[in-house]
């Protein structure tokens, strides 16, 4: 009924169709002030002064506060620690404390009754600042002894995975090829940039926080931390939220500065950040520069990987420390065959914004270096692309497939089924050999067509998750878990899962999601991880419930608990279907003194926490076909297709809606966004005026096919991410389309792959000057 | 994101209006459709004291033929020049429903003015870019009266113009019509503003021959520019695919054009080059088809030509539609 399997209506729909939404910024509080952030407007330099009082004399100015308003305050801690790696001195202060490192890092904060005089009061800020030399490029900073961090390098550590004897087979092998790749820095950019409200209720001495995303529970935790207050003094509540994709709800510096001026002041606290401040505050993501081989043997079989990559982590270490690193190395090995594998990631600072987790980290860059790189390879070899993958696939025979490697402390075992059976169903599904065929053809006829592909490793589920599930007295079925809301329709997702086991509709089910009063933990919404871990915590969650209203339903109806059939909310014995038992009745039982005297707890309520044992490895495959104007170096995506391995899909729609705006961020990675910086560090893309998303009509139609032939074994309900399946591979598919189009035999070089870098490459494979005319079409 | 603080007024007649202006001084300033004004307000680049909103002034709405000429009021938005529905106008200056489509975004074409775009002087605007094409003049009140300035005076750098800061733009007139008109640009997506836009208008003389040209670019300087040597150049010359290239490369030759981010001076050059060739054909596709052609826009379909044809060109607007 309306369960798993089938796309219900979102029940979110309703709400969020009829202006019913609330969002952080239509949480309004009596009396509510408005915070500004002053930012730093250089890259890098050491604070002399910062004079607030002209700011402060501003009539309706509450407060401004600058570091020296913290002093003893620690600095934001990493959520994810790093086995061996000391992230202490390079993380960030709430407000920037002796030195600035990048555009837009937070030096005070203005409070005040209107958010007009609140900006009029940051400019006042006085700030006094002495400029330092900037590092702009992760590799060549990686030596760099900084003042700021206490003498300590610019390269905060490196992050290597490896397995089998690496250098011999390179030593040994055949063929060896190799190229230099960079992926560009661009992020998730919501449509809702951040936001908070904080309000102190003085007679519950308590603060209600709307607006944490993502992870709230941590920030919870480390707002108390920060403060100084206990725990339950905080309450978060949820508000809808226009989107996350990793960026939004980390603890950032404003996540400490609001509940702080909150604090301090007992008066509400609202910041609602601006796009411009966006684009410098919040996380950035994705730059890093490949140096990646790949050895051969004579039949052109993979026989290893060697990569070093540079990671360019922007101005501190926030909150997921190496996460973005260690995603990158420990998967480049990726859905082949191979042998042996040695990957290194520098994670370097410099002076930009820092870095983060954003929808697909690690895997958007290992999946288009490697994949790139194996498209060279083909030219290099005279082997086809696509036979190229199929011979190295890992296949049938080779599942489980245990890599020697151990990802976030669990051993790395891809547990999908044959990888060359999808790519083969998945080159059928898009008919991708006649969209070669068609390029083929164009290319005959003058046009600049190509086609490129991609076979994607993906990973999901990770960590542990609690739900609790109860059944009120009226048969009310509430839902709370412990990931978040970020407008991907997860209570649809965990009301159906709820649903399954009562038999009930998945609209009667409500879902309360990060509330911090109902759940002591709750891990939150990262890493395709909320259905695959948070689900199942709901799954036995509801289990518990069902148990239990057997055993009191077993009692009342003297029949065997285990042999009960539960339809409809009902339970009942199977040979006597007329005298049923709801929930409702169940639930009224279990508040007797008679059920307590069992031993058991008040109420029809049943809790769980599931902990993964390892991630889930879901895989697919991303096909593109490519025209470029030689005029003017546009391309222009002509046909797109994805498969991808889902395990089960709870609501097929949600899945497909998931991919498909995941392939398009992965594409506006790869033709459009990007964060430019000028030589001093100042940032170029401020505006969405600069930093482009792909609109409609640069967009295909896109094919996609969701495969559900390899159920995930590590969890009961079978399912794998869907989160970042759609975003991993659309760089590798969009550059080995370009490249073919320009049919070139090196690489691409770097994503994006803007007109004028289509037109240097042009350029560079006529092996004309610069001073040569164009040619027209 | 707030803008500082400033005073609003909403006069109602033109007259009014240049009062207000003069009254306010120099930091005033007037709003139009504000698809520009508010952007750079917002984020506090300019901080005008004084907003003179130009919402209740009646009578600058229109788009009328005059002779053979037309004449479009500075409050026309847009949209409303997209949508003209005069058969003698999309014949005569086809051109300009056209080049509407390619401004912006709907929600922009909405609210935005004409007037307000040639005000704003951007040298990458379509607006600005046809008014220099076509020989447009300006015609701008203020308390002492009304002017007209040709256009080729009007715009004197990027964002700066002959109208004084008392003066509003009232009307725009095109004198001559311009049949064959084609305007082709290259912008990083849809919707945006050009990087580089080229222009032209060709005609033919009874034997195929050149008979007149004019070619003008934007965003290659910091005002619309005719490319004056190879519009006289073309005269009488057979207009085949080399004379059009050899064209292309005079008009982009004398140019230098300012670096950004994100092009160079050396790219857009060399865009002009290609801009200048793909409007030259569109250009003379237009006269042998007699009007009914599109002006086509590059980036859609890469490699489209306008020699191609017509039909072609619908195909690929089609594509920029979805
Ligand atoms: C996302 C986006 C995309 C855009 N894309 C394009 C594009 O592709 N091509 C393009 O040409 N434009 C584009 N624009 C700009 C748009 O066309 C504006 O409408 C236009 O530039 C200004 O017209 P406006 O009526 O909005 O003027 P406003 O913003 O109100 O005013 C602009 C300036 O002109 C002055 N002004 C306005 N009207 C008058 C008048 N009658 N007399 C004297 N001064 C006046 C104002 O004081 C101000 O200085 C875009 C804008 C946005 C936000």
């Not at chain 1, 600069?690 to 139609?701: F, G, Q």
């Not at chain 2, 010359?237 to 981010?261: F, N, T």
């Amino acid at each position: 009924m309306n369960a798993i399997g089938t796309s219900v209506p979102r029940l979110e729909d309703e709400r969020l169709l009829l202006g019913r939404g609330r969002f952080h910024d239509g949480v309004i509080r009596p009396g509510q002030l408005w915070m500004r952030v002053v930012r730093s407007p250089v890259a890098h330099g050491r604070i002399r002064g910062v004079d607030t009082s002209a700011a402060e004399r501003l009539p309706g100015v509450v407060s401004v506060i600058t570091s020296a308003d913290l002093v003893g305050m620690p600095r934001i801690p990493v959520r994810q620690p790093a086995p061996g790696m000391d992230f202490t001195p390079y993380l960030q202060a709430p407000l920037a404390t002796g030195f600035v490192r990048y555009v837009g890092d937070p030096v005070a904060a203005v409070l005040a009754d209107d958010p007009y005089v609140a900006e009029d009061a940051a400019e006042l800020v006085a700030l006094d600042i002495e400029e330092l030399p900037v590092a702009l490029d992760a590799r060549s900073a990686a030596d760099l002894e900084l003042e700021c961090f206490g003498g300590h390098r610019a390269e905060v550590g490196i992050i290597e995975f490896g397995y089998g004897e690496v250098d011999e087979v390179f030593a040994g092998a055949a063929h060896v090829v190799s190229t230099n790749l960079r992926v560009g820095r661009h992020s998730g950019t919501p449509l809702e940039p951040r936001g908070l409200v904080a309000e102190w209720d003085d007679r519950a001495e308590r603060m209600t926080i709307w607006g944490a995303t993502k992870v709230p529970y941590f920030n919870r935790r480390v707002a108390a931390q920060m403060i100084g207050l206990p725990e339950h003094r905080i309450h978060m509540l949820e508000t809808d939220a226009g989107g996350s994709f990793g960026v939004r709800g980390e603890f950032y510096p404003e996540d400490l500065l609001v509940p702080y001026l909150c604090f301090r002041t007992r008066r509400p606290v609202k910041w609602s950040e601006d796009r411009a401040e966006h684009f410098v505050a919040a996380n950035h993501a994705r730059q890093q520069e490949h140096d990646i081989e790949l050895a051969f043997d004579e039949d052109h079989r993979l026989l290893g990987l060697r990569n070093e990559a540079w990671l360019d982590n922007g101005g501190y270490i926030r909150t997921h420390g190496a996460v973005v690193a260690v995603l990158t190395a420990s998967m480049m090995s990726g859905p082949y065959r191979l042998p042996a594998c040695r990957s290194r990631v520098h994670i370097v600072t410099t002076n930009k914004t820092p870095i983060g987790t954003y929808r697909a980290p690690g895997r958007y860059q290992h999946n288009f270096v490697r994949e790139h790189a194996l498209d060279v390879a083909a030219t290099q070899l005279g082997a086809d692309p696509v036979e190229l993958r199929r011979r190295n696939l890992l296949d049938a025979t080779e599942f489980p497939h245990r890599r020697a490697i151990h990802i976030f402390g669990s051993p790395m075992v891809l547990d999908g089924k044959d990888h060359l059976e999808h790519f083969d169903k998945a080159l059928a599904s898009s008919e991708y050999q006649a969209w070669r065929e068609q390029a083929r053809a164009a290319r005959e006829s003058g046009r600049l067509v190509g086609t490129g592909c991609a076979f994607i490793l993906e990973k999901a589920g990770l960590g542990y998750d609690s739900a609790i599930v109860d059944v009120d007295t009226t048969g009310a079925v509430r839902v709370a878990m412990g990931g978040a809301n970020v407008g991907q329709g997860i209570e649809t997702v965990m009301a159906q899962i709820t649903a399954e086991e009562f038999d009930v509709p998945a609209e009667s089910v409500k879902v309360v999601l990060s509330d911090t009063d109902i759940l002591p933990d709750g891990s939150g919404t990262f890493a395709s991880r909320t259905t695959v871990v948070g689900g199942t915590a709901v799954k036995q969650a509801a289990e518990a419930v069902v148990r239990k209203a057997r055993r009191v339903a077993g009692v009342l109806l003297g029949a065997d608990p285990e042999e009960l059939r539960v339809e409809g909310g009902t339970l009942f014995a199977p040979g006597d279907p007329d005298k049923r038992l709801t929930l409702a009745e169940i639930a009224r039982v279990c508040f007797t003194p008679a059920h307590l005297r069992n031993g058991e707890e008040p109420g029809l309520i049943g809790r769980s926490t599931y902990v993964a044992d390892g991630m889930t490895y879901p895989y697919g495959a991303h096909f593109a076909q490519a025209e470029i104007d030689p005029g003017t170096g546009q391309v222009r995506l002509l046909r797109y297709a994805i498969t991808y391995e889902i395990g089960r899909a709870v609501h097929p729609q949600l899945v497909r809606q998931q991919i498909l705006g995941g392939a398009v961020q992965g594409i506006g990675g790869a033709l459009f966004e990007e964060f430019r910086y000028s030589e001093r560090g100042e940032p170029q893309s401020i505006t969405l005026n600069d930093y482009r998303w792909p609109r409609a009509s640069d967009i295909p139609e896109i094919r996609l096919d969701v495969f559900e032939d390899s159920p995930a074994p590590g969890n009961p309900l079978g399912v794998r991410g869907a989160g970042e399946g759609g975003t991993a591979g659309a760089g590798a598919a969009v550059a080995n389309a370009v490249r073919d189009a320009l049919q070139l035999t090196g690489d691409v070089g770097a994503l994006p792959l803007h007109p004028e870098r289509v037109k240097e490459l042009l350029r560079r494979r006529d092996g004309g000057d610069a001073d040569r005319p164009a040619r027209d079409a | 994101m707030k803008p500082a603080r400033f005073a609003y007024f909403q006069p109602d007649s033109v007259d009014e209006a240049v009062a207000c202006l003069r009254e306010n001084g120099g930091e005033a300033r007037v709003l139009a459709g504000g698809q520009s004004l508010l952007v750079l307000m917002n984020r506090r680049q300019i901080r005008p004291t004084a907003l003179v909103d130009l919402k209740r002034v009646r009578g600058l709405d229109y788009l009328v033929r005059d002779g053979e000429g037309l004449r479009i009021g500075a409050l026309t938005r847009h949209i409303d020049i997209e949508n003209a529905d005069d058969p003698q106008i999309r014949t005569a200056f086809g051109v300009l429903p056209e080049s509407a489509r390619l401004i912006g975004h709907l929600p922009i074409r909405t609210r935005g003015t004409f007037g307000g775009s040639i005000a704003y002087a951007d040298p990458r605007a379509e607006w600005c870019l046809l008014a220099v094409l076509l020989d447009a003049e300006v015609v701008v009140v203020s308390e002492d009266g009304s002017r007209t300035v040709p256009a080729k005076d009007f715009f004197t750098g990027a964002h700066q113009s002959a109208a004084r800061w008392d003066e509003i733009v009232a009307e725009v007139r095109f004198p001559h019509p311009a049949p064959n008109a084609a305007l082709v640009e290259f912008g990083i997506q849809q919707g945006d503003l050009p990087v580089v836009a080229a222009s032209a208008a060709v005609d033919l003389d009874a034997r195929g021959r050149i008979a007149s040209a004019r070619i003008a670019l934007g965003g290659v300087a910091d005002r619309p520019v005719r490319a004056n040597g190879a519009e006289k150049a073309a005269v009488g010359s057979v207009p085949d695919g080399r004379l059009l290239d050899h064209l292309a490369q005079l008009a982009s030759k004398e140019l230098d054009p300012p670096a950004d981010p994100r092009t160079d001076g050396h790219d857009r050059k060399e865009l002009a080059t290609v801009l200048v060739a793909r409007a030259l054909r569109a250009s003379i596709a237009r006269g042998a088809t007699a009007g009914t052609g599109a002006t086509p826009r590059t980036g859609a379909t890469p490699g489209t030509s306008a020699t191609a044809g017509t039909g072609r060109q619908a195909d690929h607007q089609k594509a920029e539609d979805r």
